[in-house]
T-cell receptor
Framework: AQTVTQSQPEMSVQEAETVTLSCTYD???????LFWYKQPPSRQMILVIR??????QNATENRFSVNFQKAAKSFSLKISDSQLGDAAMYFC??????????FGTGTRLTIIP | DAMVIQNPRYQVTQFGKPVTLSCSQT?????MYWYQQKSSQAPKLLFH???????NEADTPDNFQSRRPNTSFCFLDIRSPGLGDAAMYLC?????????????FGNGTRLTVT
């Protein structure tokens, strides 16, 4: 069974600084998809960034980028120039080609003004 | 804006009293999901509908049922809520394309069981 592990239950970062959230996963598949979702307090969960495993290039969305290491089964999220609005729970998720996602346990990110 | 709407935002029910949570979508997506999320935990998939096809997770208790009368609406029924069923319930949708599984979430319904 596929599992997703986020080893950092909580992280904090100074506003305008850079922070990296870790995610590892276990799978025997070669083609799959990885995601980072953001869940702000009392607000809906939204997609931050997505990576296709067959792509070697790391995905980037504005201040958000990933470091995808397929051999190591690692998928970290880097947030540059952290802003107060980035404070949220961040969930790493995995999908291997059906309609279901497997989520990690989440990392709570606090932004220090 | 196209969206996923969950009602109510907060629901209080008594131990053993049936409760229904609702979800509607204007995205015209094929797949609708129900997740249970307890405090500081990962969302746990209860079941999902791919069009009219119901897909139950193996470890979802029989106490949880779902209905999808049409494309736009999906309901979560808890037949006899226990204290352990207090949680946030998240509805989500996706197109169902296996190469592009991006979930769109509603705001959730927080269920309290007294």
């Amino acid at each position: 069974a596929q599992t997703v592990t986020q080893s950092q239950p909580e992280m904090s970062v100074q506003e305008a600084e850079t922070v990296t959230l870790s995610c590892t996963y276990d799978t025997s598949e070669s083609d799959y998809y990885l995601f980072w979702y953001k869940q702000p307090p009392s607000r809906q969960m939204i997609l931050v960034i997505r990576q296709e495993a067959y792509k070697q290039q790391n995905a980037t969305e504005n201040r958000f980028s990933v470091n995808f290491q397929k051999a190591a089964k690692s998928f970290s999220l880097k947030i540059s120039d952290s802003q107060l609005g980035d404070a949220a729970m961040y969930f790493c998720a995995y999908n291997f080609g059906n309609e279901k996602l497997t989520f990690g346990t989440g990392t709570r990110l606090t932004i220090i003004p | 804006d196209a969206m996923v709407i969950q009602n109510p935002r907060y629901q209080v029910t008594q131990f053993g009293k049936p409760v229904t949570l609702s979800c509607s979508q204007t995205l015209n997506h094929n797949v609708m999901y129900w997740y249970q999320q307890k405090s500081s935990q990962a969302p746990k998939l209860l079941f999902h509908y791919y069009d009219k096809d119901f897909n139950n997770e193996a470890d979802t208790p029989d106490n949880f049922q779902s209905r999808r009368p049409n494309t736009s609406f999906c309901f979560l029924d808890i037949r006899s809520p226990g204290l352990g069923d207090a949680a946030m319930y998240l509805c989500a949708t996706s197109r169902g394309d296996p190469t592009l599984v991006t979930l769109h979430f509603g705001n959730g319904t927080r269920l309290t069981v007294t």
